[in-house]
């Protein structure tokens, strides 16, 4: 019923930036919240950043300051602009979206692999 299509990932250099985008598509009467998650090998999947359906957002201490979570309405699309990556960043990242009726969904994951 809810596809959710994630891009964004890819390599990058220490100190780099990379954008993550969620495309949310299929049948629904809206969004509640949507957030990002990783995944790095050998680790649990952990929250990175969410935003409610009031707009508030929150993020993991380890990610505050670097990352920000934003989104756009009109296109169910949901983004995480990730400046000053750090290797402790590699991991699968995924997208997760919260819609009305209540269901909740998962992105097939992209790969954020942060190295020189």
């Known amino acids: 019923q809810v596809q959710l299509v994630e891009s964004g990932g890819g390599l990058v250099q220490p100190g780099g930036s990379l954008r993550l985008s969620c495309a949310a598509s299929?049948?629904?009467?809206?969004?509640?919240?949507m957030g990002w998650y990783r995944q790095a090998p050998g680790a649990q999947r952990e929250l990175v950043a969410v935003?409610?359906?009031?707009?508030?957002?929150n993020y993991a201490d380890s990610v505050k300051g670097r990352f920000t979570i934003s989104r756009d309405n009109a296109k169910n699309t949901v983004y995480l602009q990730m400046n000053s990556l750090k290797p402790e960043d590699t991991a699968v990242y995924y997208c997760?979206?919260?819609?009305?009726?209540?269901?909740?969904?998962w992105g097939q994951g992209t790969q954020v692999t942060v190295s020189s």
């Open positions: 997760n979206v919260a819609v009305i009726p209540q269901s909740t969904y």
């Open positions: 299929g049948r629904f009467f809206g969004i509640v919240g």
């Open positions: 935003i409610t359906a009031g707009g508030g957002t």
